[in-house]
């Protein structure tokens, strides 16, 4: 096995590690808002529901976010372009604090543990030197004459990371979703939808896989300006969880 398959599969295992300290599972990507705005007669239709839920979820996650990740990754010189767009197409508030919350703990961690001392190409040097450039940026930003500054969402940053760090642009888009269909999953385990069991069973389950896959194939050749919500509705759950009476997630 040469070394540049190790280390990318070093990296690819790093970044799916669940200790990763990005904070995702903070965020419930707005499964608790559908939760308290529901009533389900019976424990098998909320998980019917659950699973409707995390479909849709992993759909609409691919539509709004997975071509600024795929254009981080092939241009990373366009960074703060992406990020500044990213930002302007991300009415919802919630989610918007989501994003920027694990875009910051992801430069923390590249900034303390992940920055390569030597990269494996020419093409991994320069984004892991668009990262490094972006995080001093971030730190020292101000707000301009429109109150406008860097944000450091957390889509475009991933794909510019998965560059460095040497992985392949599918792995890459693979890995942003299996990453969210994690966070999502462990919310429900949290909000009492089913076990630890289950949502493994789940996590491994071929359906899952499809999902992801599919995701992946329908937006792998998109643009940034092809991106779009596909399931209003998660935004509407997603801003609507600040009205919950109680609540464990901060999304």
Request: include cysteine.
């Amino acid at each position: 096995m040469s070394s540049r398959t190790s280390g990318s599969l070093h990296a690819l295992l790093l970044l799916s590690d669940s200790a990763l300290p990005l904070g995702s599972f903070a965020f419930s990507s707005g499964l608790e808002s559908f939760l308290g705005h529901h009533k389900y007669p019976s424990n098998n239709a909320k998980l019917q529901a659950f699973d409707s839920f995390l479909e849709q979820s992993i759909a609409n996650v691919a539509s709004t976010a997975l071509p600024y990740v795929l254009t981080g990754y092939t241009e990373p010189e366009e960074l703060e372009n992406l990020d500044n767009d990213f930002d302007a197409s991300t009415p919802c508030t919630v989610a918007r604090r989501a994003s920027i919350g694990q875009g910051r703990a992801l430069l923390a961690i590249w900034e303390k543990a992940l920055a390569p001392s030597t990269a494996s190409t020419v093409r991994a040097r320069d984004a892991a030197t668009n990262v490094s450039d972006f995080a001093t940026k971030v730190k020292t930003s101000r707000p301009d004459a429109f109150g406008m500054s860097l944000n450091a969402h957390f889509a475009p940053l991933f794909g510019v990371v998965s560059n460095a760090l040497g992985l392949t642009t599918h792995d890459a888009a693979y890995l942003f979703l299996l990453n969210h269909a994690k966070a999502v999953l462990s919310a429900a385990v949290r909000a009492s939808v089913f076990g630890p069991y289950q949502s493994q069973a789940t996590l491994a389950s071929e359906k899952l896989q499809r999902w992801i896959n599919d995701s992946v194939t329908r937006e792998s050749n998109k643009k940034v300006r092809d991106s779009a919500v596909t399931t209003p509705t998660m935004d509407l759950w997603m801003g609507r969880h600040e009205l919950l009476y109680s609540r464990i997630f901060n999304s």
